[in-house]
């Protein structure tokens, strides 16, 4: 049911602008007037989380690591990237983490075999899949760069040239569609089809695959089966870029159930588990050394407090003490004495 309901929320948008800027004529409003907002609504939230999270306490180090760390012991080698102790190693762990997904990739599957025994094995396929849709999703991304420059940059057209390459169909084919179309069912099966995967998710997690997976199948209908004006298509985006927006004829609604997707998407992303994107780089696990054994970390948010010791504590209740028979650091002889030197 969770599942259904994203499906059905992501199928009501789909008709909301089918209808808007196919019935009711509303391509302005679609193409022009909900982008812009969802832009700014993107840049906005995504700075407002990132400043919140920055602004964050972190009293404690809290690092996660999998290896030693540096020891006073000359003879305990440690594993600099696993635990690292330095900004140096920091910055590789983070290079890692970002681009190569280190930690989804040493991730491990548990499973209950008969005895009862537990055991623990590999689990690489999550890491593939996820890798491949991260990694076509920028590539698209970049590629679409192309409707929002004039001339188009170098970079941009070898990414497009690169990217169909095998010159399948007319017109070609992108490698980049097909995989996240893999990529996007086998993150989706998964929620579905694994039970403790499924018992987890909630709607916030089936809403962003059933999004993404319409914003790529309305991309491929439009570019493949429902042809649309690509010149008409260019003259908007460009005008969206240089602040002089227009709506060409002719464009069709396919495109603008498309755009309007994309929209639904920035407008989302800030408010979602998409965010960890930005999150990835304040997180104090990843980013913080595993130094704990050098140099002590005191919380800089930390306000004086007026602390009661154990010394004060004896010296006021030190009689009350003895009497009751509990044990105490100074004999009362020997306090009383002190009171006594103190006193001449």
Known sequence: MKAIYSLFLVIALILLSMIGAGNLGMEYLFGVIIPYLAVLAFVAGF???VVGWGKSAVPFKITTTCGQGKSSLPWIK??????????WAVTVRMFFEVFLFRSLFRNTKVELHEGPRVAYSSSKWLWLFAI???????????????????PVPFPFEMLDRM????????PVLYLSSVIILVALAYLLLRRLLVPSIRYISQPADYFPLFLILGIVITGILMRYFLKTDIMAVKELTMGLVTF???????????????????SVLLFYFPLSKLMHMG??????????????????HINPWNYPVK???YDAYEDEFRE???????????????TSEENAENKE
């Open 78 to 87: 440690e594993n600099k990237i696993e635990n690292p102790s330095s900004t």
């Open 163 to 170: 990217d169909g390459m095998l010159q399948i169909w007319a």
């Open 307 to 309: 602390v009661h010791t």
């Open 244 to 262: 002089r927006p227009v709506t060409p004829e002719g464009i069709g609604v396919i495109f603008f159930i498309h755009l309007f997707l994309v």
């Open 320 to 334: 009350k003490m003895v009497e009751a028979g509990l044990p105490v650091v100074k004999p009362l002889e020997e």
């Open 279 to 296: 999150g990835v780089f304040m997180s104090p696990t990843r980013n913080m050394t595993g130094n704990s054994r050098m140099a002590r």
């Open 132 to 150: 491949l849709f991260h990694y076509t999703f920028l590539i698209i991304f970049l590629r679409h760069m192309r409707f929002f420059t004039e």
């Open 47 to 49: 700075i407002i989380r």
